[in-house]
């Protein structure tokens, strides 16, 4: 199973690089797949690339459905 997930982008640096914030954990990914990106940006991340752009809403929902399943999963449900 694959699993890509929402990040937001805190840094840009060079080479199509950015420093993005996964709940707290700090990465660096590459950009090179998008077109554009910018600071405060939320984007879906997999395997150290932005795959795409996604409103933060969309991240914030995604990102609390994440830590139920991990809730869930601690809980043996």
């Known amino acids: 199973m694959c699993l890509a997930i929402p990040a937001e982008v805190i840094d840009l640096l060079p080479d199509e690089m950015a ?3 996964l ?4 990465k660096t990914i ?3 797949l998008l077109d554009e990106v910018a600071v405060g940006d939320y984007v879906i991340v997999h395997v ?3 795959l795409a752009r996604i409103d933060e809403v969309e991240a ?3 990102l ?3 830590a139920e399943m991990g809730v869930a999963a601690e809980e043996g449900r």
């Open 30 to 32: 590459s950009v090179g």
């Open 19 to 21: 420093r993005v914030s």
């Open 64 to 66: 609390a459905l994440l």
């Open 48 to 50: 150290g690339h932005a």
């Open 60 to 62: 914030q929902r995604t």
């Open 23 to 26: 709940d707290g954990i700090l």
